[in-house]
């Protein structure tokens, strides 16, 4: 399913504040401070020739954050973030200076940042990413996992030293109980998602991700035409079309926003014309995308910014899991999870439909970006849906 973004706030300009937090210069001091990291390098971006011939279009680029920081997903480049720059402003407060990335190891730096506790739900990655931040800051984190997300999920969280707590029900139950617990013992709520009264921490986490950005537009000759971005609730695809658009100005892409048609909340809300949370349904195998309520934060930026929502099935969510690992002069493509592959599932669904490929002006000049937002950072589900063992697998 496809459908115009029928939004009345559709081509009007962004919020001031978001300009500021999603604009270049933003984008730039996100990039300077991860570069501080050890282990940071652009993750790559890949030329998908065989899909370009398939869609009918000039080019498919698609953004690798499967090897990201060794976390295999871009929500390292959001949570971690936050925590490290809300860790230096607590400092900073303490300490009655200015304190920079460069001084996380200083002795009083570290008295304080120790006493520090951060909380969020996360399916998986978000909580990941929290965790590994909290773990280089040294201070205290605190995740809660629903029941739906997997022990090897959960133990990957627990590997960097966080308080790990149990949730009955879904994600939203999660983001409900750890608003609950985090404010009953006063620890920050470092979530990707926003509501009223709750924004700059969620700015910061999707300040973080406009790293992405940066590193595509060194590389690409030129900007992309189309950008298909999965959304759960919407935090990484508004962040992406807003540092995309304040960067190309008149020449910014068409963004078309992709959901499993089991968790469409932005599908909804844009039939709507706002956020509104939706009924669950049966799981979703993409289930770092199963969200039934949009981010107040990124309706406010899609629906001035998409061109148009869609959703995938689970069945063309595996299938371009299969796709991307396809190996090709003995060389595997793409690793991609289960919800890493949902931007070429949305291409290709489009791509085919010649209906859709006249609304959103698909063309055989038509240069798409494409993001697989994860990696296996689940391997045994990962070789149940492919049939592939991810670790024999070696990136082109």
């Known amino acids: 399913m496809i459908e115009r973004n029928k939004s009345m706030s559709r ?6 504040l978001d300009q500021e937090m999603f604009g270049p210069a933003a984008a730039e001091k996100a990039l300077d401070m991860l570069r501080l990291h050890p282990s940071y390098r ?4 890949r030329s998908l020739r ?5 869609a009918g279009v000039q080019s498919v680029h698609i953004k690798d954050e499967s090897g990201r920081f060794g976390l295999g997903s871009f929500k390292s480049l959001g ?5 490290v720059c809300l860790a230096l402003e607590e400092a900073g407060r303490v300490l009655g200076r200015p304190v920079h990335p460069g001084e996380l190891l200083d002795p009083d730096v570290r008295a304080v940042v120790r006493n520090i506790d951060v909380g ?7 909580g990941r990413s929290v965790a590994a931040g909290a773990n280089l800051a040294g201070c205290r984190a605190n995740i809660f996992v629903h029941e739906g997300v997997s022990p090897e999920r959960i133990a990957a969280i627990a590997r960097f030293g966080a308080n790990v707590i149990e949730v009955d029900g879904n994600y939203d139950d999660a983001v409900a109980e750890a608003e609950r617990v985090c404010h009953a013992n006063n620890w920050i709520i470092v979530s990707d998602t926003s509501w009223p009264g709750y924004e700059r921490i969620p700015r910061l986490v999707m300040q973080g991700y406009t790293v992405m950005v940066s590193e595509i537009l060194d590389e690409m000759a030129e900007p992309p035409t189309h950008v298909f971005l ?10 992406i079309a807003a540092n995309l658009t304040l960067r190309t100005g008149a020449a910014r892409p068409k963004f078309i926003i992709v959901e499993p048609d089991r968790a469409a ?3 909804a809300s844009n039939e709507a014309d706002a956020p509104v949370k939706i009924a669950p349904v049966e799981p979703t195998v993409m289930a770092m995308l199963e969200c039934y309520e949009p981010s107040m934060l990124a309706w406010g930026i899609l629906s001035r910014l998409a061109e148009a929502y869609m959703t995938v099935r689970d069945a063309d969510a595996i299938a371009a899991m299969k796709q991307l690992a396809r190996a090709e002069n003995g060389r595997s493509r793409v690793i991609a999870g289960e919800s890493g592959g949902a931007g070429l599932a949305g291409l290709l669904a489009a791509a085919g439909d010649p209906q859709s490929r006249a609304l959103l002006g698909l063309d055989a000049n038509s240069r798409v970006l494409l993001f697989n937002t994860e990696g296996a950072t689940d391997p045994s589900i990962y070789k149940s ?12």
Not at 42 to 45: E, F, I, T
Not at 231 to 237: D, H, L, S
């Open 42 to 45: 652009p993750s790559p971006l």
């Open 50 to 54: 065989e899909v370009a011939a398939t």
């Open 385 to 396: 849906l492919t049939g592939v063992d991810p670790r024999v697998l070696v990136p082109a």
């Open 265 to 267: 909340c932005l599908l």
């Open 230 to 239: 999965q959304a759960g609730v919407g935090g990484f695809a508004a962040a």
């Open 120 to 126: 969020c739900a996360t399916d998986g990655n978000h």
């Open 79 to 83: 949570g971690a973030y936050a925590v």
């Open 11 to 16: 081509g009007k300009p962004l919020l001031p």
